[in-house]
């Protein structure tokens, strides 16, 4: 009869050392793999929406909705409702909490709204829903606002416009909708965003996302990423200024910009 072997106290501790030192060799590359999946699957959302989108502008002679003048309905959330089965395609798989359960920052989805709140707009919430929530939001400036409203000469209004590559439509927000403004600064630190209007709306948008990038969908139906600095050199509104002050082209410096953004590539 042999006598049996066992591992030794000291063996088992090597081993487990071992497999700690290997976690924590992989545990970064995994890590980095996860962000890429999660931003291969946002892009796919975004394809999606260019179905949806061009769909809805198809059956409406190239006229976008009319704006959250006409209340929920007249909004992307409520107006493309009959053009979609599935509400998850409304969230970055980076971003899927809502604010009113805790979330905050740049990876905060917007929502929950509706699920029969007496504070919200009839409007929110599909009969399927328990609430509408979602990490996408859609440049405001797009809208086909009525004439008379405030700064309607800037609306693009249709989807059958010159330069439409650089005209940006849904992306990555921290809101349902984007009003930005040439003028607009850059957040003074990552999750500095703001959601009430007045100005400075471009911090809903400019969130770090996916490695320094956002994606988005322009109303050329094309999808890519967009870089943070990149947002202030696309073409948001007709009046809009693509040479303002926080472009290469209108001489800005990286030592203006915040300081969590300066290593970010510059446009």
């Given amino acids: 009869m042999h006598k049996r072997q066992a591992f030794t106290l000291i063996e088992l501790l090597v081993v487990i050392a071992i497999i700690a030192l290997l976690m924590a060799i992989l545990m970064p590359a995994l890590q980095r793999v996860k962000k890429q999946a999660g931003a291969a699957v946002c892009k796919a959302n975004l394809h999606e929406w260019t179905l949806v989108f061009a769909m809805y502008t198809d059956d409406n002679d190239g006229l976008f909705m009319a704006g959250y003048g006409g209340g929920i309905n007249g909004t992307w959330v ?24 805790g979330a905050r920052g740049a990876f905060a989805a917007w929502g929950v709204f509706g699920a029969g ?10 009969p399927k829903e328990e609430g509408d929530y979602g990490s996408y939001g859609m440049n405001e400036l797009a809208y086909n606002t009525p004439p008379g409203a405030s700064r309607a000469e800037d609306f693009w209004r249709t989807v059958n416009v010159k330069g439409a590559a650089e005209i940006p439509l849904l992306f990555d927000c921290m809101w349902y ?70 472009t290469k082209a209108g001489g800005v410096q990286s030592s203006d910009w915040p300081q969590w953004m300066r290593s970010f590539k510059d446009y």
């Avoid at 709140?117 to 599909?126: E, I, K, T, V």
């Fill in 177 to 246: 909708d984007v009003y930005p403004r040439d003028t607009d600064h850059p957040p003074e630190y990552p999750g500095d965003v703001v959601k009430s209007g007045g100005g400075g709306e471009m911090k809903r948008v400019c969130i770090n996302r996916h490695n320094g990038y956002l994606n988005g969908l322009f109303m050329d139906w094309s999808v890519r990423n967009i870089g943070l600095k990149e947002l202030w050199a696309l073409n948001w509104h007709r009046g809009y200024n693509m040479a303002n002050a926080w």
């Fill in 117 to 126: 709140l007496a504070s919200d707009d009839p409007g929110w919430s599909g």
């Fill in 78 to 101: 409520g107006a493309l409702r009959p053009y979609y089965l599935e509400p998850k395609i409304r969230v970055c798989p980076t971003a899927t909490k809502p604010m009113s359960k």
